[in-house]
C-alpha cells in the first residue's frame, strides 16, 4: 500500500488543526486539480492531502487515494457521499477504506443521528426503498422539518 494514498476530508477550521498540505475551495477547478496530480510522484515528500468537504466533492479525481478519514460530520450526509466518491472512480484498482472519526458525547453524534434519518426520507422518497420512510417516527420527522 502506498503511503501516500491517503486523503483526509475535514471542516476548514480542523484543517488549520492538522495541517500539512491542504486543498480549499477557494482554488479553483485548474489549480486544484493540479495540487491533486502532486500526489502521484513517487518523491513526493508528504503523505497526506487534507481538503475540505465542499473542495473534495467537486470534480476531481483522486484516484492516487485509497482511504478517507473524515474528521468532521456534515449535516447533509450526500456532501459526505460525494467527496468520497472522488476516490471511487473509473480507474481506482485500489480498495477503498473510509474512517469515521467520532468523538462521544459531542454534537457529532447528534449530527450523525440527523444524517441517518436524512438518509431514510431520502431512501423513501427518491431511493427504491419504500419502507424506509417507516423506520421513521412523527418525532423524526418533527425534528427533520
Known sequence: DDPKSRVLLALRAVIKCIEEYKLQKEYSLGPLQKRVSELNPKDADYRVFLM???????????TVASHVFLMDPWWNPAVENQAQDRIHRIGQFKTIKSTRFVIKGTVEERILQLQQKKQLVFEGTVGDSPDAMSKLTEADLKFLF
Open 52 to 62: 475540505s468537504l465542499k473542495a473534495g466533492g467537486v470534480a476531481l479525481n483522486l
